[in-house]
């Protein structure tokens, strides 16, 4: 089982849709998770933490189920400019140790 | 612009020849890390420095790669007798320890062809 999983798509939904990421971990000790996005040949950037009570932030919600060991990013009334690859990632160990793994990402088109 | 910065953009190469990138973080960063990313794929961890100790090397990091942060700021990521394979995006990011969350901020990348 790879260390992150994400389905890598491509999703294609029409504007205003809502859409939903499910990305699954396999270390239950990980400790902390981000959603990344990354544009069409430029680099990722930090899209949103995810908090274990879960977190919101505009029309983006990010969701942590530790038990089911899996984060889901929900994006409501999606835009155009939602088009993007989003990268799951997961922060593991501690200390010195500590390192992000990344998931393949998941490609999401928003078509008018 | 005060992020991070890497140099060259492009690096076109025959196979077999030596090419060099080079990466400057935030300067207030400890942290600094080099991934490979090939189209449709994430990032591929390769190495990570604190200051200017090396914590971590990937299995994918052969024997052709070297890394260096000779004083805890810029890094050197080198690729010696280079192979169609490492066809790539290098990216560099770097991120201020001790973060809790540990974000990592991102420079635009090397895109390196081997021909």
């Known amino acids: 089982r790879k260390e992150v999983e994400q389905d890598p798509g491509p999703f294609n939904v029409p504007e205003g849709a809502t859409v939903a990421f499910n990305c699954t971990y396999s270390?239950?000790?990980?400790?902390?998770f981000f959603w990344y996005r990354q544009d069409c040949r430029k680099e990722p950037k930090l899209l949103m933490s995810v908090y274990s009570s879960g977190n919101e932030d505009g029309r983006f919600t990010a969701q942590l189920n530790r038990a089911s060991q899996y984060i889901s990013l929900l994006i409501r009334d999606s835009k155009l400019s939602d088009s993007a690859t989003y990268l799951c990632?997961?922060?593991?160990?501690?200390?010195?140790?500590?390192?992000?793994?990344w998931g393949l990402g998941t490609s999401l088109a928003v078509n008018p | 612009d005060t992020g991070v910065s890497q140099d060259p953009r492009h690096k076109i190469t025959k196979r077999g020849q030596n090419v060099t990138f080079r990466c400057d973080p935030i300067s207030e960063h400890n942290r600094l890390y080099w991934y490979r990313q090939t189209l449709g794929q994430g990032p591929e961890f390769l190495t990570y420095?604190?200051?200017?100790?090396?914590?971590?090397k990937s299995r994918l990091l052969s024997d052709r790669f070297s890394a260096e942060r000779p004083k805890g700021s810029f890094s050197t990521l080198e690729i010696q007798r280079t192979e169609q394979g490492d066809s790539a995006m290098y990216l560099c990011?770097?991120?201020?320890?001790?973060?809790?969350?540990?974000?990592?901020?991102f420079g635009p990348g090397t895109r390196l062809t081997v021909l």
């Open positions: 990632v997961v922060n593991e160990g501690a200390g010195n140790n500590r390192k992000l793994i």
């Open positions: 270390n239950s000790a990980s400790q902390s």
């Open positions: 990011a770097s991120s201020s320890a001790p973060l809790s969350y540990n974000e990592q901020f």
């Open positions: 420095f604190q200051n200017e100790a090396q914590l971590e």
